[in-house]
Nanobody
């Protein structure tokens, strides 16, 4: 089992920034991909960004490219999502997920473990 705990959500105005954190515990995550997804009411869970714990390769969804940055702190087993220039359409619950190493990192249904989510609200 991998336990994931997200934090850092909140309310900001458009153009602002937030940094989300996802602390992992339980099994060692060295063989895992850690990903961020978001889900707005009535919509499907959307891929935001992912990072391979081993090798540090990073991937971004179209909505995140150029504005968001995913990183990790290996010593703290924590993944961060730095979000800049936030827009009202970024409003959603953001979830951290973990899956074993795989070629695809953007498919939510293939993630094995999830955190409880953290709410991000961006006002215009």
């Amino acid at each position: 089992q991998v336990q994931l705990v997200e934090s850092g959500g909140g309310s900001v105005q458009a153009g602002g920034s937030l940094t989300l954190s996802c602390a992992a515990s339980g099994r060692t995550v060295s063989r895992y991909v850690l990903g961020w997804f978001r889900q707005a009411p009535g919509k499907e869970r959307e891929f935001v960004a992912a990072i391979r714990w081993s090798g540090d390769s990073r991937y971004y969804g179209s909505s995140a490219k150029g504005r968001f940055n995913i990183s990790r702190d290996a010593a703290k087993a924590t993944v961060f999502l730095q979000m800049n220039n936030l827009k009202p359409e970024d409003t959603a619950t953001y979830y951290c997920g973990a899956r074993l190493y795989a070629l695809r990192v953007d498919i939510a249904s293939q993630y094995e473990f999830w955190g409880q989510g953290t709410q991000v609200t961006v006002s215009s």
